[in-house]
């Protein structure tokens, strides 16, 4: 039997496969971040054909001011909660184990008010943001503690934080934006420190036993960025803290690896953080055939395939590799 194709037990939940369907946004909500049935009619596509184990749901703002564009998802208003659960319901109708990825973009918000500032970690020589005060921080800590608690009460299995691709989180980690002098800036164990502050918080709403999940830009791939290194020791530290799977992407460098573009371009970072953490790993990165896919797996290099593009651009893309594989 094919690797991808087996169960992935793990003490909190299992899924029935390896392969995951990764958070890509659709830009498909209602104006105010409500659930449209153009977002249902597009999950319910891609995931009929039940070949799906993980569905992560693209990112979804926890608060107005951490908006990314003008048609994202929302999980910032209780109101939300009911739209969410039509799709989480849709999802378990299609056999996926279903998660709620939770967002707040920092400097590269688009509030709805075009005169709020969008947040900075710190000043940035080519945007206007407004340097975030303590306050600030309890409040960004607060909303994804909110939003993880709306993900559970909306039927997700789990939730998932955003922490790549240049978004909040990410300015936090990253010493390319990150150039605070207090308890949130400086050294790794500070610009770490909020990622461990939102954990707990979210932990604290959703309860032991409620999968966390985190995506990770795990490497920005250039000078003074994040390293893989960096990432090593806060992997294991995110375990530590209760943390059930890690989701590896790109930091500022995105969802790809200026250095490498080959099927599963981010195995560097996955493979690597695998021999140091016991909870499941997910790789994503261009991955169009499910023999690449199944290579990575039996090398060890990942416990979990996310294929974005290849479904988002064909949702018959699983039926026909499983059937070639099968066969």
């Given at each position: 039997?094919?690797?991808?194709?087996?169960?992935?037990?793990?003490?909190?939940?299992?899924?029935?496969?390896?392969?995951?369907?990764?958070?890509?946004?659709?830009?498909?909500?209602?104006?105010?971040?409500?659930?449209?049935?153009?977002?249902?009619?597009?999950?319910?596509?891609?995931?009929?054909?039940?070949?799906?184990?993980?569905?992560?749901?693209?990112?979804?703002?926890i608060?107005?001011?951490?908006?990314?564009?003008?048609?994202?998802?929302?999980?910032?208003?209780?109101?939300?909660?009911?739209?969410?659960?039509?799709?989480?319901?849709?999802l378990?109708?299609?056999?996926?184990?279903?998660?709620?990825?939770?967002?707040?973009?920092?400097?590269?918000?688009?509030?709805?008010?075009?005169?709020?500032?969008?947040?900075?970690?710190?000043?940035?020589?080519?945007?206007?943001?407004?340097?975030?005060?303590?306050?600030?921080?309890?409040?960004?800590?607060?909303?994804?503690?909110?939003?993880?608690?709306?993900?559970?009460?909306?039927?997700?299995?789990?939730?998932?934080?955003?922490?790549?691709?240049?978004?909040?989180?990410?300015?936090?980690?990253?010493?390319?934006?990150?150039?605070?002098?207090?308890?949130?800036?400086?050294?790794?164990?500070?610009?770490?420190?909020?990622?461990?502050?939102?954990?707990?918080a979210?932990?604290?709403?959703?309860?032991?036993?409620?999968?966390?999940?985190?995506?990770?830009?795990?490497?920005d791939?250039?000078?003074?960025?994040?390293?893989?290194?960096?990432?090593?020791?806060?992997?294991?530290?995110?375990?530590?803290?209760g943390?059930?799977?890690?989701?590896?992407?790109?930091?500022?460098?995105?969802?790809?690896?200026?250095?490498?573009?080959?099927?599963?371009?981010f195995?560097?970072?996955?493979?690597?953080?695998k021999?140091?953490?016991?909870i499941?790993?997910?790789?994503?990165?261009?991955?169009t055939?499910?023999?690449?896919?199944?290579?990575?797996?039996?090398?060890?290099?990942?416990?979990l395939?996310?294929?974005?593009?290849?479904?988002?651009?064909?949702?018959?893309?699983?039926r026909?590799?499983l059937?070639?594989?099968?066969?």
């Amino acid at each position: 039997m094919s690797l991808l194709l087996t169960p992935l037990p793990t003490l909190k939940f299992t899924l029935k496969n390896r392969l995951t369907l990764p958070p890509m946004a659709t830009a498909k909500a209602k104006a105010d971040g409500s659930m449209s049935e153009e977002i249902l009619a597009y999950y319910d596509e891609k995931t009929q054909d039940q070949n799906l184990g993980l569905v992560i749901v693209e990112h979804s703002f926890i608060s107005e001011e951490g908006r990314a564009n003008k048609n994202q998802l929302s999980a910032s208003k209780d109101h939300h909660v009911e739209g969410l659960r039509a799709l989480s319901d849709l999802l378990r109708k299609n056999g996926a184990f279903s998660c709620l990825q939770i967002n707040h973009a920092g400097m590269y918000a688009r509030p709805s008010d075009a005169s709020v500032v969008p947040f900075g970690v710190s000043s940035h020589p080519e945007k206007e943001v407004r340097v975030m005060t303590d306050e600030d921080i309890k409040k960004v800590i607060s909303d994804f503690s909110a939003a993880a608690r709306r993900a559970k009460e909306a039927g997700f299995d789990a939730v998932e934080i955003h922490s790549a691709h240049g978004y909040l989180l990410n300015q936090f980690y990253s010493p390319l934006t990150n150039k605070r002098t207090d308890a949130f800036g400086g050294s790794l164990e500070n610009r770490r420190r909020i990622h461990r502050e939102v954990l707990r918080a979210v932990r604290e709403a959703v309860g032991e036993s409620y999968p966390v999940f985190l995506r990770l830009g795990a490497s920005d791939y250039q000078e003074g960025g994040t390293t893989l290194l960096d990432s090593v020791e806060t992997a294991k530290i995110l375990e530590a803290e209760g943390l059930d799977l890690l989701d590896v992407s790109g930091g500022f460098a995105g969802y790809t690896n200026p250095h490498e573009n080959t099927q599963g371009y981010f195995r560097d970072l996955t493979g690597e953080l695998k021999k140091h953490i016991r909870i499941p790993v997910l790789l994503t990165g261009g991955i169009t055939d499910l023999y690449a896919a199944e290579e990575l797996l039996l090398k060890g290099e990942s416990d979990l395939i996310g294929i974005g593009r290849a479904i988002y651009k064909d949702s018959g893309f699983l039926r026909k590799e499983l059937e070639r594989l099968r066969s």
